[in-house]
C-alpha cells in the first residue's frame, strides 16, 4: 500500500476536520500530492493538490475553509477542513501524481446539517 488516509469521519456542518495520507519516501518526494472527493452520483474531483515545491491549489467551492499541507518529516499530505458544509460530504481520496498515478483507499467524511 503506497497511500495510507486517514482522519474522516462525522461532524456537524460549521465544525472542522483533518485528514492525513501517509506515502512512501519516494512517492512523496517526486510527486505532486492532492486530495480529491467523490460524492454518491457524482464524478471525482479535485479537492486541493500541492506540488514537491510546496505550491498549492484549491477548487473554488473549498477556497478560504480547506487548506492543503506537507509534512516532509512524516512523508504525510494534510488536508485541514474548516467551516464544512453538507455538501463537502464525501469520499476523501489521497492521490500522487507523478510519472505514475498512485491512490489511496478513501476515508469517509460526512457532514450533518
Known amino acids: 500500500v503506497q497511500l495510507v488516509e486517514s482522519g474522516g469521519g462525522l461532524v456537524q456542518a460549521g465544525g472542522s476536520l483533518r485528514l492525513s495520507c501517509a506515502a512512501s519516501r519516494s512517492i512523496f518526494l517526486s510527486n505532486t500530492m492532492g486530495w480529491y472527493r467523490q460524492a454518491p452520483g457524482k464524478q471525482r474531483e479535485l479537492v486541493a493538490a500541492i506540488t514537491s515545491g510546496g505550491r498549492s491549489n484549491y477548487a473554488d467551492s473549498v477556497k478560504g475553509r480547506f487548506t492543503i499541507s506537507r509534512g516532509d518529516d512524516k512523508n504525510t499530505v494534510y488536508l485541514q477542513m474548516n467551516s464544512l458544509k453538507p455538501e463537502d460530504t464525501a469520499v476523501y481520496y489521497c492521490?500522487?501524481?507523478?510519472?505514475?498515478?498512485?491512490w489511496g483507499q478513501g476515508t469517509q467524511v460526512t457532514v450533518s446539517s
Open positions: 492521490n500522487a501524481e507523478g510519472a505514475f498515478n498512485y
